[in-house]
């Protein structure tokens, strides 16, 4: 079915990522009557509830909207990290990998990267890279980015007992912890781990709105209330200063409302397509490892390129994304239903039991 207000597309199944979502009738009329006002001049009641609630939810003091999740994560960096001195994350994570150089560009920030098994995060890992106390002849570690769930990971669920053993170290030797929780409720709905008891483990927290909870625009940053007071000014300077974007905020209010429960539809239907896929093709996916509603897909071992894979997928309705030249990514949302999910499975299973072009070994 088309969403309201939306064309059609011939897609059936658009797995190309949770951000794909379009905001059905009850969320438009949230939106269309939303009380509003100047929020640089902190006058929009509606953005103010919701950093609130937000804050509230994640166990901190004070939150602040942001237009998207790389400017709340850009922000969180910027606090923590003065210009020369460096972060650590996984060589996967977003705020790495795919917000384009802003720490580096924005807040004159460097960052070391250790490796991961599909983004999985250890503690000993981040320990390893950290440097503090150097004085002037090395870089000096003041932030730590974990991601949860990892995106290009496929979805992993960061263990709760691996964060609190991280929050230990990194609080001895004064470095700080963002969590990069663009999918934390997906997280959240897979463990049944409160989403406060993940958030109190960081200095600052950004969470999106616009993934799997399927509001069109939007995203908070949670800390303390003078971090927030901090990063509001960067905000603005950012360009991030928004008037009337109560409208905006009221989707948000109305998604996390009624879309968080729903992301367990997600990850089942993602684990049904992973289960038939590797039944199809074993060695193409391990289901095990689908943990929420990301699902990677080796279609080298079944004899495709990824770009080739994906478009003879688009032929037959099917969008899907390919993250490397081996492996393609498909992602579960709220526009996904068991019956676009059924026919993936078909198209997938049998693209991957044919032979397609076959792809040297890597
Ligand atoms: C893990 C993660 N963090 C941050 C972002 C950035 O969000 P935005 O696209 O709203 O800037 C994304 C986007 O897909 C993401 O997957």
Redesign the pocket.
């Given at each position: 079915m088309t969403p309201a207000g939306t064309a059609s597309s011939g897609i059936r199944a658009d797995l190309l990522?949770d951000?794909v979502t379009r905001p059905g009738v009850a969320m438009r009329e949230a939106m269309a009557t939303a009380l509003v006002g100047d929020d640089v001049f902190g006058e929009d009641p509606t953005i103010r509830e919701l950093e609130e609630r937000v804050a509230a939810l994640l166990g901190h003091e004070a939150g602040l909207f942001t237009?998207?999740?790389?400017?709340?994560?850009q922000l969180g960096v910027r606090l923590h990290v003065r210009p020369g001195e460096e972060l650590v994350g996984d060589s996967l994570?977003?705020?790495l990998r795919?917000?384009l150089g802003a720490a580096a560009i924005l807040s004159g920030i460097s960052s070391r990267t250790w490796v991961s098994e599909r983004g999985r995060f250890r503690a000993e890992d981040a320990a390893s890279l950290m440097i503090t106390g150097v004085g002037p002849y090395q870089v000096c570690t003041a932030l730590v980015i974990v991601?949860n769930?990892?995106?290009?990971g496929g979805g992993t669920v960061q263990s709760i007992e691996e964060i609190r053993r991280a929050r230990e170290l990194t609080r001895e030797r004064g470095v700080a912890m963002h969590l990069?929780g663009?999918?934390l409720w997906n997280a959240h709905v897979a463990t049944g781990v409160p989403l406060a008891d993940y958030g109190r483990e960081f200095d600052t927290v950004?969470v999106?709105l616009?993934?799997g909870l399927g509001a069109p625009v939007g995203?908070v940053l949670v800390g303390s209330a003078d971090a927030m007071a901090e990063a509001r000014v960067w905000r603005k300077r950012f360009g991030g200063g928004m008037r009337q974007a109560g409208i905006l905020a009221a989707a948000g209010l109305w998604a996390l409302e009624h879309h968080i429960d729903r992301l367990a539809l997600d990850h089942g239907r993602a684990r049904r397509a992973a289960e038939a896929m590797a039944e199809a093709v074993p060695g193409c996916v391990e289901p095990a490892t689908v943990e929420t509603n990301i699902v990677i897909v080796d279609v080298a071992a079944a004899g495709w390129a990824a770009p080739e894979f994906v478009a003879a997928a688009l032929q037959r309705g099917v969008r899907s994304y390919a993250v490397d030249p081996r492996a393609v990514r498909l992602v579960w949302h709220l526009d996904v239903d068991d019956e676009a999910t059924d026919h993936a499975i078909d198209v997938l299973c049998t693209l991957l039991s044919e032979h397609g072009p076959s792809l040297p070994p890597s």
């Amino acid at each position: 079915m088309t969403p309201a207000g939306t064309a059609s597309s011939g897609i059936r199944a658009d797995l190309l990522s949770d951000t794909v979502t379009r905001p059905g009738v009850a969320m438009r009329e949230a939106m269309a009557t939303a009380l509003v006002g100047d929020d640089v001049f902190g006058e929009d009641p509606t953005i103010r509830e919701l950093e609130e609630r937000v804050a509230a939810l994640l166990g901190h003091e004070a939150g602040l909207f942001t237009p998207s999740g790389s400017m709340a994560n850009q922000l969180g960096v910027r606090l923590h990290v003065r210009p020369g001195e460096e972060l650590v994350g996984d060589s996967l994570a977003h705020v790495l990998r795919a917000e384009l150089g802003a720490a580096a560009i924005l807040s004159g920030i460097s960052s070391r990267t250790w490796v991961s098994e599909r983004g999985r995060f250890r503690a000993e890992d981040a320990a390893s890279l950290m440097i503090t106390g150097v004085g002037p002849y090395q870089v000096c570690t003041a932030l730590v980015i974990v991601e949860n769930t990892h995106n290009f990971g496929g979805g992993t669920v960061q263990s709760i007992e691996e964060i609190r053993r991280a929050r230990e170290l990194t609080r001895e030797r004064g470095v700080a912890m963002h969590l990069d929780g663009a999918r934390l409720w997906n997280a959240h709905v897979a463990t049944g781990v409160p989403l406060a008891d993940y958030g109190r483990e960081f200095d600052t927290v950004s969470v999106c709105l616009s993934k799997g909870l399927g509001a069109p625009v939007g995203s908070v940053l949670v800390g303390s209330a003078d971090a927030m007071a901090e990063a509001r000014v960067w905000r603005k300077r950012f360009g991030g200063g928004m008037r009337q974007a109560g409208i905006l905020a009221a989707a948000g209010l109305w998604a996390l409302e009624h879309h968080i429960d729903r992301l367990a539809l997600d990850h089942g239907r993602a684990r049904r397509a992973a289960e038939a896929m590797a039944e199809a093709v074993p060695g193409c996916v391990e289901p095990a490892t689908v943990e929420t509603n990301i699902v990677i897909v080796d279609v080298a071992a079944a004899g495709w390129a990824a770009p080739e894979f994906v478009a003879a997928a688009l032929q037959r309705g099917v969008r899907s994304y390919a993250v490397d030249p081996r492996a393609v990514r498909l992602v579960w949302h709220l526009d996904v239903d068991d019956e676009a999910t059924d026919h993936a499975i078909d198209v997938l299973c049998t693209l991957l039991s044919e032979h397609g072009p076959s792809l040297p070994p890597s």
